[in-house]
């Protein structure tokens, strides 16, 4: 009795809830092509059965309404995501710049720029199935040291296509790449990738992505969490890597045999939690290059009255680090740190300006995080020291003798780099400065000293704004942003830097301002307005 009263209680329990299914989904439908009040009666029926109320009939009617009068047929999507694709996000930023820099030599002469400037970035990155990533970036511009476009340079770009023009625009592949994660511990990328070491602006531009492989580790013990990082980057293409002495192509030497040059990167460090607002970094990296590289073509002297002879870039010269200079031309000048290149009008690439011989560096980058009441603070350095710097400047000495009868001093103790700052920001804006944080009212401001000598660092890859990308100077730098909104940051950065040692050239070659060697005094002045997502 009791199993056969619970059975037809259960029917009448389920007949209930299934007549009122019928009627929601039957005044549904009837939204779809009858009026509203043809589904009056059904609604009517249900509510003096006892199985709706009279609100949620009419909350059911009201929902019909709505339906009928927003009856829009609804698309199936296009759009099609192999299902090898986890996760898909577009991220970015849109930038707008004024910028005063200026740059004097050691004569009183000086050079100054005031640009407004653009730039945009945008890619999308996400998760691949069986623990891979992607990711890929679209920029602005082909320097790798900058994404950055002046307004109106159509006017004095190649080719010309007067005012308002696109000329100097262009969109460019900042970041691709492919990552691999099988462990928590482990992951591993090859590409065109966002910078995998734990680094500082005073060794690596920021807007550099080197190009090759990166393994990265990492291993927790109690509050110290371990980290390795390695690095194969390829610095350049030396195809072809051998050519037969038959004279197939004319503008390579014949018998040339070289080797790819790779940037060869090793770091180990930890990031230990001294308690739950205090914790410190610190890392120590070791790089090294494989070779030097080619030019593809020779170095002529130009004879009187030609242009200066055109070379490639010379990462596999010597460096010598004493470039072209404004008051170089014709004959070299009458003070130290000039270049005594023919007819003085050579790019810093073809000045030996960018030389990668006799680098084998060591870095430690340390960051001490803590908190001052409810504001966030950061004390962090950056020390450097090549281990072949004495070889550096032998060769650069060497080197400046044999190929233009230049006499430099050797002076074999300019081999080190060294960065000290400080760091405020309310809450989490720390980083808000180079926006890998936002929120609306968020603010940070910092301040450095920094001391490059001539023969410590790769100059390819020092910061090209701080301070102009240059050895042999030393100065301060200070920022502070805003965080307008969410998504908008305002921001100030200035930098104030002078020669250290006045017998050396301000070794290195940037694209903004190539003809100044030495810098014997450098400003620096930025107004961001950066729109984030």
């Known amino acids: 009795m009791m199993n056969r009263r619970a ?136 320097n790798p040291r900058s994404p950055w476009v002046t307004f109106g340079s159509s006017t004095t770009g190649v080719p010309y296509q007067g005012p308002f023009g696109k000329s100097t625009a ?16 482990f992951d591993i990328t090859v590409g065109k990738m966002p910078q995998p070491l734990y680094t500082t602006s005073m060794v690596w ?10 393994e990265r580790f990492h291993y927790k013990v109690g509050e ?73 073509a020779q170095r002529v002297p130009p004879l009187p009255g030609n242009p200066p002879a055109v070379v490639g870039p ?57 908190k001052i009441s409810t504001l966030n603070a950061k004390i962090f350095s950056d020390i450097a020291e090549n281990l072949n ?23 074999q103790n300019q081999d080190k780099a060294y960065q000290f700052g400080v760091a405020i920001g309310q809450h989490d804006g720390l980083g808000l400065v180079y926006g890998s944080t936002l929120k609306k009212g968020m603010w940070e401001a910092r301040a450095y000293w920094q001391h490059i000598e001539q023969y410590a660092l790769d100059p390819n890859l020092l910061d090209s704004d701080f301070f102009e990308g240059r050895g042999n100077l030393q100065g301060v730098y200070f920022a502070t942003a805003y965080g307008l909104s969410d998504n908008i940051i305002a921001t100030l950065r200035g930098g104030y830097a002078h020669r250290i040692d006045q017998q050396l050239g301000t070794g290195g070659s940037n694209q903004d301002m190539p003809w100044v060697n030495p810098i014997n005094r450098y400003e620096l002045m930025q107004v961001d307005l950066t729109y984030r997502f």
């Not at 940037?263 to 790089?287: D, R």
């Open 389 to 411: 710097g004495h070889e550096r400047a032998n060769a650069a000495v060497a080197a400046a003798a044999a190929q233009d009868g230049l006499t430099i001093p050797l002076h």
């Open 224 to 296: 110290a969490n371990f980290f390795g990082n390695f690095g194969q980057f390829i610095y350049q293409d030396t195809d072809p890597t051998s050519l037969s002495a038959t004279g197939l192509v004319p503008s390579i030497p014949s018998g040339q045999g070289t080797r790819i040059p790779v940037l060869l990167a090793w770091q180990a460090g930890l990031v230990y939690q001294i308690e739950t607002n205090m914790s410190f970094k610190v890392a120590t990296t070791l790089y090294n290059y494989t070779s030097h590289g080619q030019n593809t």
């Open 170 to 185: 262009g969109v460019n592949v900042g970041e691709i790449y492919l990552g691999w994660h099988p462990e928590d511990w």
């Open 314 to 370: 010379g990462f596999s010269d010597t460096f010598v680090g004493e470039g072209s200079s404004l008051n170089g031309a014709i004959t070299p000048a009458p003070y130290s740190g000039y270049s005594g290149y023919p007819n003085g009008q050579f790019s810093g690439f073809t000045t030996d300006q960018t030389g990668i011989n006799d680098l084998l560096i060591v870095d430690v980058p340390f960051e001490f995080n803590f």
């Open 205 to 214: 531009d920021t807007d550099i992505n080197p190009e090759g492989l990166a």
């Open 7 to 142: 059975k037809c209680i259960g029917v009448g329990q389920f007949g209930k809830w299934a007549i009122g299914g019928a009627g929601v989904l039957a005044s549904l439908a009837l939204a779809g092509g009858a009026s509203a009040q043809s589904s009056d009666p059904l609604l009517n029926a249900l509510i003096k059965k006892g199985i709706l109320t009279e609100d949620e009939a009419k909350s059911i009617k009201a929902e019909a309404d709505a339906a009928q009068s927003n009856n829009i047929p609804v698309i199936p999507s296009k759009w099609k995501i192999s299902d090898g694709i986890k996760s898909v996000e577009l991220f970015g930023d849109v930038r707008f710049r004024y910028e005063y820099r200026s740059a004097s030599d050691p004569s009183g002469g000086f050079l100054a720029m005031n640009r407004y400037r653009y730039a945009l970035r945008f890619g999308l990155r996400g998760d691949l199935a069986d623990d891979f990533n992607y990711g890929f970036r679209l920029e602005t511009a082909a």
